[in-house]
């Protein structure tokens, strides 16, 4: 069996340092160990890394943005050597928030995914359609052209790194989760991009996960019906009981 991955994706959440340590012994409490085949990933803020690697027993962490250069003068930027350096190894990179409210190109996603692999960590690569995209039936042609750009210039070995994420935009934080059947479609259709990109063997390893408005009824749903090899996880990741039970699900 393939692992899954649990990935919770913090935001720009809880808002005090106070908040984390609060939230982190009831998550430890709850949280049992994760089976060997469950990867549970928490990405909180950057300032909050360093800390949480210490306090976290059987979790991993990961960065939810980095900069795309290792070191120099860039004012405001994170490298990912130094995400590395802090304990993470995995980095969220292209989530339509950022794409959205930040101005990330495919081009800035594409060079941020390659100075992951580089560091050595793996890029979790969001790609999805907004509302509008999916009302013009645009959804195909969005995720095609995310995944073409993010993956651009990537060898082979190291395309086996990356793992995807399909979120329609129009499902995160809305409620409005995405049905399985259309969800499995995405899915199916990101397969064939990476067979098309990398060959059969990489797009049948590839982990793609399922993000927009998961929560403990529809969770197993994205896992069992549409088959995904795990989730992102925004909302309902702070709330410790949620979160615990999404993960008990495949335990
Ligand atoms: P949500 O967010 O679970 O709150 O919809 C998911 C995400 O943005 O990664």
Not at 212 to 218: A, F, I, L, T, W
């Amino acid at each position: 069996m393939s692992k899954i991955f649990i990935v919770a994706n913090w935001k720009m959440n809880p808002p005090t340092a106070e908040e984390v340590k609060r939230l982190l012994p009831v998550i430890n409490r709850i949280v049992k160990p994760p089976k060997a085949a469950v990867e549970v990933v928490l990405c909180p803020p950057f300032i909050y890394l360093s800390d949480l690697r210490f306090k976290i027993k059987d979790l991993r962490i990961g960065a939810q943005d980095c900069f795309w250069e290792q070191r120099g003068a860039y004012t405001g930027e994170i490298s990912p050597f130094m995400l590395k350096h802090v304990g993470c190894e995995y980095v969220i990179i292209g989530h339509s928030e950022r794409r959205h409210y930040l101005g990330e190109t495919d081009a800035m996603i594409n060079k941020k995914v390659k100075a992951v692999l580089a560091a050595k960590m793996r890029p979790i690569l969001c790609v999805g359609e907004s509302a509008e995209e999916r009302k013009r039936s645009l959804t195909y042609r969005v995720i095609q052209k995310q995944l073409k750009a993010g993956f651009r210039e990537i060898q082979k070995q190291a395309l086996k790194k990356i793992i995807v994420a399909y979120e329609p935009v129009w499902a995160i934080g809305t409620g409005n989760a995405c049905s399985f059947e259309e969800a499995r479609g995405a899915m199916a259709f990101i397969r064939k991009i990476v067979k098309n990109m990398g060959g059969a063997k990489i797009a049948k390893g590839m982990a793609i996960l399922y993000g927009g408005s998961v929560h403990s009824e529809n969770a197993r749903g994205y896992l069992t019906e549409a088959g995904f090899q795990g989730l992102l996880v925004g909302g309902a990741s702070l709330n410790p009981q949620e979160f615990s039970k999404i993960i008990d699900i495949i335990q």
